[in-house]
């Protein structure tokens, strides 16, 4: 049985806590989006925990494969979203445990974010920059949308200013993927994470500023369903490719679209701007949850699909 779990864990990429991130984000969205399903948003988060435990006991067992993941340009971006997927579990939690389990998991991204900046630093290269860059310094702007009270407010404040500077990184990475070869075919799903940083600075900004001014949002908005647009295409061409674990990165950037455009459409209903367009962004939010419900869940099972076959491999072979 010990064997059969360390052999488990082995195999188990960390672009699974990636998987983790959008079954938890799509839980959290869907109760807020539809309140008669707010306990999927403990079951998510209870599920997407296990699989943070599983892939953090796979790093913690073997401290030369943290050290490896960490330095590797294409799997150290993703060890991030363990701390997302944690800031969001805080949200189940009362308030005075889910200060300290956000906390925590602000400190661990942060953490993670400088470490993943050192190794990047010593061993800059343009060519191996990729979309999954994107998650260690936009994806603290998840601090913002989780943060647990007004003690935490003025800090998460500045973690969602930090993120949206980092967007930034944008047009390099456009840069990037225009002047030099193209992603490697294992890595290529990463290209859906383009529709996160837009989405994720959006929801943030309408969540902690006081006044969003109208165009500012406009133009957001424009940004991010282009973005999301983008993100299906990738999802379509590439699904049917061999697996990958860079699969996981279809999923959070489709829930996080949902969220931001439902903030939309509230934020607009508030400002009292037509009601015909209020609606459009509220049927927007629901056909662009429904659509991540259904990338989350073909995800999932080409995960499952291929831990099954890999099981069933090694089997025979023994």
């Known amino acids: 049985m010990h064997i059969k779990l360390e052999n488990f864990l082995q195999q188990l990429p960390v672009a699974a806590a990636g998987l983790a991130l959008g079954i938890a984000s799509l839980g959290l969205t869907s109760g807020t989006l539809y309140p008669q399903l707010a306990y999927l948003q403990l079951v998510t988060s209870l599920i997407a925990v296990l699989l943070v435990i599983l892939v953090a006991s796979k790093l913690l067992l073997a401290p030369q494969s943290l050290w490896q993941s960490i330095s590797d340009p294409a799997a150290g971006p993703m060890l991030p979203t363990i701390a997302m997927v944690l800031m969001i579990a805080s949200e189940n939690l009362p308030v005075a445990a889910a200060y300290y389990l956000w906390g925590a998991a602000v400190v661990l991204h942060l953490l993670l974010l400088l470490a993943f900046i050192i190794s990047r630093w010593q061993n800059f290269q343009l060519q191996q920059l990729a979309p999954t860059w994107f998650i260690p310094p936009i994806g603290i702007a998840v601090a913002s949308l989780t943060n647990p009270g ?9 973690l969602l200013n930090f ?4 967007m930034l990184l944008m047009p390099l990475m456009i840069y990037r993927l225009w002047r030099h070869p193209a992603l490697a075919k294992p890595i290529k799903p990463s290209l859906a994470l383009f529709a996160a940083p837009p989405n994720l600075c959006l929801a943030g900004y309408l969540t902690f500023y006081q006044s969003p001014g109208l165009i500012a949002v406009s133009l957001w908005v424009v940004l991010a369903m282009a973005m999301s647009l983008f993100s299906y295409y990738c999802f379509i061409r590439l699904y049917r490719d061999s697996f990958s674990p860079v699969f996981a990165a279809f999923t959070f950037p489709a829930v996080i679209g949902a969220a931001a455009m439902q903030q939309t459409a509230e934020f607009f209903a508030y400002r009292g701007v037509d009601a015909q367009l209020v609606q459009l962004f509220s049927s927007i939010a629901q056909v662009q949850i429904l ?11 080409r995960f499952i699909k291929h831990f099954y076959q890999m099981h069933s491999q090694a089997t025979v072979a023994s």
């Open 150 to 158: 007004a003690e935490t407010f003025t800090f998460s404040y500045l």
């Open 163 to 166: 993120a949206i500077c980092c």
């Open 291 to 301: 659509l991540a419900a259904l990338i989350t869940t073909l995800v999932c099972y």
